[in-house]
């Protein structure tokens, strides 16, 4: 029963009827009130799972109270809200009062984050593959749309959401969809969902599905790095201090390789062609070493780093 429902309630959602609500892991999370609920009726929130539905919340007098499992984390009070959501919200519900029912479908994502400097650019990613068989992508900021590709006509329309500053990332053909900005303004900052979409409907998650934007607090000018993560950045920057310093290990190391293969290995050369009066070519020799000190420093220069980093290195379904 609750598993037929649970099928029902997902074809409602995606044929736009029931509410379906994103929100980041760890985020609190406000459930849609029923409209025109009498304030004495009273009501219930109730999680579908598998096999059973399991309470969540009962309105009585127009205030909400989590119930059973939910105490911790629900607020009372009205509308119902979870103080912070968990991995395992993800899910539908059943949102009833008086006789009337509504299913909410709730999608608890993994963010990864963007950190940039005010003004400066910003890209936030979402890639996605089966586009062939989607209407459309969408970005939305919180539950706004910011904007919306049309896949079959490639036309792109901007939402409430959008102040005409974002794009789309124009590598489409490659699965990029990402949300481009040129200059990130201090509104610009929040939660970005990336969905696909059939009939208006969401039929899935791009990947990853959300992207916090930040602006960072403290413009760190003298090393432009991409990424700064929210937990452990100093050590972020202690380990990039230290490839600096390894980098300057290298090209000391590659001078002095030039400098004893030139002292020590040119006399060789020129001995040898001395001897044999052979036209091995010396200068072969001081062109290799230079050749190294070439390829070490493609080596060490550091790797662009990736515009967006994990909060939890989890892979986001649903
Ligand atoms: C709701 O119930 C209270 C007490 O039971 C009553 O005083 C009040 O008039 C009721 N309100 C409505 C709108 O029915
Ligand atoms: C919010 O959640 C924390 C635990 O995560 C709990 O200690 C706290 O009491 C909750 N606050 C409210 C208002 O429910
Ligand atoms: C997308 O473009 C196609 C082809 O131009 C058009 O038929 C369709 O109505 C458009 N869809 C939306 C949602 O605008």
Redesign the pocket.
């Known amino acids: 029963m609750a598993l037929i429902l649970q099928v029902v309630a997902i074809m409602i959602c995606l044929i736009s009827f029931g509410e379906c609500v994103h929100v980041l892991l760890g985020d609190p999370v406000t459930f849609p009130e029923i409209e025109n609920c009498p304030i004495n009726d009273s009501g219930k929130l109730s999680k579908v799972e598998n096999h059973r539905i399991s309470p969540v919340a009962v309105r009585e007098r127009g205030v909400w109270k989590p119930v059973g499992n939910y105490e911790?984390?629900g607020?009372h009070g009205a509308p119902f809200a979870f103080?912070?959501t968990v991995y395992t919200d993800t899910g539908l519900y059943e949102l009833g009062c008086g006789g009337r029912e509504h299913t909410i479908h709730l999608s608890v994502l993994i963010g990864f984050e963007e950190s940039v400097s005010e003004g400066g650019p910003a890209k936030l990613l979402c890639y996605y593959t089966k586009v062939q068989h989607v209407h459309s992508i969408r970005w939305e900021k919180g539950q706004e749309t910011v904007l919306e590709l049309n896949v079959s006509s490639g036309e792109v329309t901007y939402g409430p959401a959008s102040d005409g500053t974002q794009s789309l990332s124009p590598d489409g053909k490659l699965g990029d969809y990402s949300l481009l900005f040129n200059r990130v303004l201090p509104e610009h900052p929040g939660d970005y969902f990336c969905s696909v979409r059939t009939n208006g409907a969401r039929q899935g998650w791009g990947d990853p599905a959300a992207v916090r934007l930040r602006i960072r607090s403290s413009p760190d000018r003298t090393t432009p790095t991409e990424v700064v993560e929210e937990v452990g950045s100093t050590t972020s920057t202690e380990t990039k201090s230290t490839t600096e310093e390894e980098q300057i290990g290298t090209w000391a190391a590659v001078a002095i390789t030039a400098a004893v293969v030139f002292v020590i290995v040119a006399p060789s050369v020129l001995l040898l062609r001395w001897f044999l009066k052979s036209t091995c070519s010396r200068t072969r020799t001081t062109y290799r070493g230079e050749g190294n000190a070439d390829e070490g420093l493609l080596n060490g220069n550091p790797l662009k780093p990736m515009s967006a980093l994990a909060l939890k290195s989890k892979d986001n379904h649903i």
């Open positions: 911790d984390r607020i103080n912070s």
